[in-house]
């Protein structure tokens, strides 16, 4: 079965992930994160993409992006990913031997409001949360080391709306956030689902088709 097309909005933030095949170490040392960050700043530059955030962990990533016109998401992760596949596979010469990631890219949408510094504060805490470092701010693969003064090739976006005061400090919290607003954006990461309010989250499913992500898995329950 073909899978469906996807329906990327412009003027619309989205949080994007992929992962590695395999969840194999694809970023092991330091010029592998740096290659990748150089990738991210040639693709925004070449397809006029505003990243609010990032964060580079060894197996996978985590983006925040906020296109501007319809279709721009798409076409600027076929060439991140294209483009970063080829090199990576130059670089550590392993051109033709297997798949760097695992397939298609995950995104889903999120509004414009609390909701966006929430998923914001989840991707720039990814680090943390994961145990690699004892603060957020310690991690410099991510977008929070440029806010706090890491000379990067990537521009960032001031995004949709301006962020807190003492946001770092946001950030760490967010690694001890309640489950339950942890595990709902776990969900969205995993069905595509919009997260917002629920009136946002009803017009957006229908405006990019994303009406079966908001169903329960599994058969309906046969009447008695």
Request: net charge positive; glycine share 8%; with cysteine.
């Amino acid at each position: 079965m073909a899978r469906p097309k996807r329906i990327a909005k412009g003027d619309i933030v989205y949080h994007v992930l992929n992962r590695a095949n395999g969840r194999l170490r694809i970023f092991k040392k330091r010029r592998d994160f740096e290659a990748f960050e150089e990738i991210l700043a040639e693709g925004a530059e070449r397809f006029a993409m505003r990243i609010c955030g990032y964060c580079i962990m060894s197996n996978h990533w985590h983006l925040v992006l906020w296109p501007r016109e319809d279709g721009d998401l798409s076409e600027f992760m076929k060439w991140i990913t294209v483009t970063h596949t080829g090199r990576w596979h130059a670089s550590h010469r392993t051109v033709g031997i297997g798949h760097v990631y695992q397939g298609r890219f995950k995104s889903f949408p999120v509004e414009s409001s609390s909701y966006y510094l929430t998923l914001m504060r989840y991707v720039e805490s990814n680090s943390l949360r994961a145990g690699a470092v004892e603060r957020s701010a310690d991690w410099p693969w991510s977008s929070l080391a440029i806010r706090l003064g890491d000379e990067k090739p990537i521009v960032l976006s001031k995004g949709p709306m301006d962020l807190p005061k003492r946001w770092t400090k946001l950030v760490d919290k967010a690694a001890n956030m309640p489950k339950k607003d942890r595990q709902a954006i776990e969900t969205c990461i995993k069905r595509g689902r919009p997260m917002g309010s629920d009136d946002w989250i009803m017009t957006t499913a229908a405006m990019l088709g994303l009406e079966s992500t908001l169903r329960p898995r599994g058969r309906p329950t046969k009447g008695v």
